[in-house]
């Protein structure tokens, strides 16, 4: 009776934006990123991606209910860097090491 | 691990190496990443591979002793070949046709038309009855049939019976070596018997006639889309034997100690009379 649909699960609707960023007030250098219509499959990614960070002192992600399809990635970093610097390096490597692991398959196959 | 200077680039290198590959299975072993990037590809494989699958079907005439939506459902689980699917749009994305999601570039049309005859024999039903307007896109076993037609003599029957593509996950701390492999379990497709998956049964005088359209979809929104039966991946254990201790034993105590093991995992080397790892690397717990 209360179930969303199941295409909700990964079509984000009109105006909703896919990531959106909020600082954390009473930590510096603290920020949580909500990605939405995302599940385990980015969130653990992402997360093990930031762990190799130096700069990044903390980094977990969590769904916050099972049926609310989205993720919210937790980052605090020194203040050499910031969340959002170590965000979108940990998304661009992620990007270059699965474009090298969909070459690596193409010449496997 | 290794730390570059802050700023720098943390990417990895995976690589990757094809243990088995049939139609139906794979086996491969992937290194140099993380556990959680081999999960990812599990999970993306089971859920976010898009398909083709049955989607909307509209009956016309019902007789037979199974509920409109009870075949509906069964259509919807038959498995179609879905090679077109990377050229196809999704039905909600699709803007050539007027909103009803069936135009030419997200959907394929089927037709299934049976009726039994006055005889007294059972009329089966299969996927083989279903029409479909693109040739491309047909039911597995159809193309399956069509196939073993064209090349008689070449067909593998080991293909069929290939249950299980295993993805194991190969780890070894000190070097951080990782290997996957990807277990994909076969349809229930027996090779000799190409009759092609049951739908429903009719009895004499009993009809069933629809029209069925199947669109692309991701198993995410429903389990007819997976394309994947089963896929797993493991971390390899790393044997070490003791040799100090393995040379305190007698060469028929060696030689039972190597059968004790119920799937083989070492061998007794005639030549030095010494136990070492079996050389082809094979499942350590299930010896596939």
Redesign the interface.
């Known amino acids: 009776m209360n179930a969303p649909d199941r295409y909700e699960r990964f079509v984000v609707p009109e105006g909703t934006k896919k990531v959106s960023y909020e600082r954390d007030t009473k930590i510096v250098n603290a920020a949580s990123f909500t990605i939405e219509r995302e599940d385990h499959t980015i969130g653990n990614i992402v997360r093990m991606q930031l762990h190799r960070d130096p700069n990044v002192l903390f980094a977990g992600y969590k769904l916050p209910h099972p049926l609310q399809y989205k993720i919210i990635v937790r980052i605090h970093t020194t203040s050499q860097s910031s969340p959002t610097q170590a965000y979108t390096q940990a998304v661009n490597d992620l990007d270059k090491e699965l474009e090298y692991l969909k070459q690596a398959f193409e010449v496997c196959f | ?1 290794d ?1 570059p200077a ?2 720098a ?10 243990r088995e ?1 049939k139609d139906d299975y794979a086996k ?1 072993e992937l290194r140099d ?2 556990a ?2 081999a ?2 590809l599990r ?2 494989m089971i ?2 591979v898009p398909t083709v699958a049955i989607d909307l079907v509209e009956i016309e005439v019902n007789s037979s002793v199974l509920n409109d939506e009870f075949i509906a459902h069964r259509l919807g689980l038959i498995p179609l070949t879905s090679a077109a699917a990377m050229q196809m749009r999704f039905s ?1 994305d699709c803007d050539a046709c007027d909103g009803d999601g069936s135009c030419e570039y997200c959907s394929v049309e089927f037709n299934l038309s049976a009726r039994a005859t006055d005889s007294d024999q059972t009329l089966e039903v299969t996927s083989n009855d279903l029409r479909s307007a693109d040739p491309k896109v047909c039911p597995v076993d159809q193309a399956r049939a069509y196939q073993q037609a064209l090349s008689s003599g070449d067909y593998d029957p080991n293909a069929g019976d290939q249950r299980q593509v295993i993805l194991h996950l190969i780890t070894r701390l000190w070097v951080l070596l990782f290997s996957i492999t990807i277990e994909l379990l076969s349809y229930c497709i027996f090779v000799a018997d190409l009759r092609g998956i049951l739908i429903v049964k009719l009895r004499r005088g009993q009809e069933l006639r629809l029209r069925a359209i199947a669109r692309k979809g ?1 198993g ?3 389990a007819k889309w997976s394309p994947a039966a089963t896929v797993t991946f493991m971390y390899e254990p790393d044997i070490r034997i003791n040799e100090e201790l393995m040379d305190t034993l007698t060469l028929d105590e060696k030689r039972s100690w190597v059968e004790s093991s119920p799937t083989k995992v070492f061998e007794l080397d005639p030549v030095t009379q010494q136990v070492v790892l079996l050389r082809t690397p094979t499942c350590y717990f299930h010896g596939s």
């Open positions: 691990m730390r802050a700023g680039s943390y990417q990895r290198f995976p690589r990757v190496k094809i590959l491969f990443t993380d959680s990037m999960n990812a999970r993306v859920a976010e909600q991701i995410k929104d429903h």
